[in-house]
Structures are given as structure tokens and as C-alpha cells.
């Protein structure tokens, strides 16, 4: 199995499209589908690596989201979890058992919190993302005199 570095940056560009290509780079489709960014309610986005649920690896840590990808490629958050267990094996299986009973079909997994205390920031901060995300932004209370 070898090694593969591989620029965020350039993946950024590739989804925007055309530019990239007149730049002498094609568009590799795996390679743009692989990643997908999140964002949180602090404006911060994350990078997920996308799997589908069936060929997902055993996992040791990180943030994960169960989402259900349509036929137009729209995805929804089904739902939003840190791995838990030091067992990439207990922690695969608990991923696609919830992702079957909620009907996922892709798993997204934010590897780059280093402790469990940052961890627990990005999964706060992605689940109140998407909370604001259904939910529109909140109006102001009114009161009256």
C-alpha cells in the first residue's frame, strides 16, 4: 500500500472547475469525491474523507458523519459522532450499524483533531452547524413596551 499526498487546496480548486483546467490540470472525479467539507456554527469548515458505509475501514479516531447521498449528489447529515472506542473494529461496527438503522449510505470522517478534548469541539461545533443549517438563522426577540 503506498502513500499518497494529496494537496487541499487543489481539491478546492478542482470542485470550482474550469480554472483549474487551464492550468494543465485535469479534474480527477475519485479524487474530488474522496473529500468533503463541513461547516461548523463557527464558521469553521472541516474536511471529511468520504467512504461509502459497506467499504469504510476500521477506524481508531475522529469525528464521523452518517449521511445519506441522493441521486443528484445532494447529502444530508443523518448523524454527527466521535469514535469512541480504542478498537477500530468496535468502532466500524457501531458506524454501520447506526448508518443502517438511519439509512446512510456514506460515512465522513474528520481525522485531524488530535486530542479528544478537540475532538469533542469539532463534533459540537459541526452538530450546532447543521442545527442552524435546518433551522434558518434565529430572529431577534421582540418585545414590547
Not at 51 to 71: K, M
Request: a positive charge.
Amino acid at each position: 500500500m503506498g502513500a499518497r499526498i494529496i494537496q487541499l487546496s487543489e481539491i478546492r480548486a478542482l470542485r470550482r472547475g474550469p480554472a483549474c483546467e487551464t492550468q494543465g490540470r485535469k479534474p480527477e472525479p475519485r479524487l474530488i469525491e474522496r473529500f468533503h467539507f463541513w461547516g461548523g456554527a463557527s464558521e469553521r469548515r472541516y474536511v471529511h474523507t468520504v467512504y461509502d458505509l459497506l467499504e469504510c475501514p476500521e477506524l481508531s479516531g475522529g469525528t464521523f458523519i452518517l449521511a445519506r447521498r441522493d441521486e443528484s449528489g445532494r447529502r444530508e447529515v443523518l448523524s454527527i459522532g466521535r469514535l469512541l472506542h480504542a478498537s477500530g473494529s468496535l468502532n466500524l461496527a457501531e458506524i454501520r450499524q447506526r448508518g443502517a438503522n438511519l439509512g446512510a449510505n456514506e460515512v465522513h470522517v474528520h481525522l485531524l483533531a488530535a486530542t479528544d478534548h478537540e475532538m469533542k469541539l469539532v463534533e459540537f461545533d459541526l452538530r450546532a452547524g447543521q442545527l442552524a443549517a435546518t433551522t434558518g438563522p434565529m430572529s431577534p426577540t421582540q418585545t414590547h413596551h
